[in-house]
């Protein structure tokens, strides 16, 4: 039989694996919707394939762990004999333990993990209880360290990082978004919409092995000798660093029950967390402890507007952007995606790609040449640019899975940090959120970027 605990965490990774179902339901729906309007071009077939063997995949894995978790659970025989009188005992594999990788997919359900409870275990001075206490002895294990404080570790996606997605209009969308409060509107999460993947579970500084030069074939005639040539090996790395954000809450707000308390806290400062996140992955300047994002980084191509620094952007720049990229021999297994700001697709959207009448404009129907183009407010729009007025935008295009990673350290897990003592004097209590993380530009210039005016 399947000891409690084993159980707990069998049935945290089904909701896992649900979620993330869901997660490709969704995204396989998208693809599907581009065919329904127009032909799929090969990287958008090539991205669904991968979707619908992902989902195989997710539906065989949930088979797996549901009869795992049903055979430690079987019915009143279980902990006795069969119905002819053998012991059962000994006849079972061992349940899975939670795998690595398994942290940071929000389960999906506000109660399996009690976070009040864990802060109020906290300030009575005793172990953390429930799932939570259990998945926090995990970390620990797996990453051999303690919180450094009062507090517990809690899986990434707990935090609620991302806003939620909702396509429904009109009052229903309220609802479905804010539920009974109304939450401080945040920036929406970008970087898991450019393709920009995560690496996760990593311990210690990671350097990653980057070939700038490799061998070169060459014809040689017979009795010819060869040129020799040699790989050129670099390396990037990330670090850990330390993203955190804190609340002050008053003790009574701990035993209120007008709202999900637990809910109200952890999608604020998660998604406070989720900001930050997504506005250092586009423009981290690398000053301070903030790293450094594709904006910044000195591999990222850049070029000027055929008209001129006063532009106004035109077609041209469009095709110059693509082209550049495509210089760099990006991957032919993965798709390119355009990105700008609120105000440079607004321009994008008016702006005519050739001709003035009955024209069609450079940006139309989410799409820019054909490829997937995206607006967030995660880019900066107030450029100025010497010897011109007004504020400028920048345009990106490019390969964003292959030139940039999210890199989550330990087990992804948050360290939650309850400090009842600097607030005291007002009956209040201080909780930190600290997620290790960074951001690793692998190769920069698989993306290009065109400044132009927006105002």
Known sequence: ????????????????LRNEKRILLSEAKRLADIANVRAMTPAERTELDKVVSKLDDHEA???AVELGADAGNDDDNQDGADQNGRSRRGDRKSAPYLPNGSFGI???????????????????????????????QEVCHRDGRQPEGNGFFLPRAEL??????DTTTGAGAITQQYGDFLYYLRKASIYPQLGIKDI???????????????AVSQ???????VSPTAATISQVKAVTRSLVTNMTFSRQLLKSSSYDVQEILLTDMGRSVGEKLNDVVIAGDGTGADPTGILYSPDML?????????????WADILELERQVMLQNPPGDTTKRYLTGPGGSKVLKSTARIGSTFPSFIWEQGRVNDYEALSSNHVPENLQISGQSGNYSQLLFGDWESAMSVVYFGSSAAQI??????????????????LDCDVLVKRGNLICSVAFPVS
Request: some cysteine; aromatic content about 4%; proline content about 4%.
């Open 417 to 434: 940090l309850i400090d009842p003592w600097s607030q005291a004097q007002t009956n209040q209590v201080r909780l930190f959120v600290i």
């Open 219 to 225: 014809f040689v005639a017979e009795g010819s000798s």
């Open 200 to 214: 996760t579970d990593v311990q210690g500084n990671l350097i990653l092995p980057k070939e700038t030069a490799g």
């Open 1 to 16: 039989m399947h000891s409690h605990r084993s159980v707990c965490f069998m049935n945290y990774r089904i909701h896992q």
């Open 61 to 63: 894995r949930i088979r």
């Open 302 to 314: 850049t070029i000027s507007m055929a008209a001129g620094g006063a532009g106004p952007i035109a």
């Open 160 to 165: 609620r990082t991302d806003l939620i997605t």
């Open 106 to 136: 929000h389960t999906g359900r506000k109660h399996d993990i009690d976070i009040m409870q864990g802060i109020r275990d906290c300030l009575a001075n005793k172990p953390v209880s429930g799932l939570l206490g259990e998945l926090h």
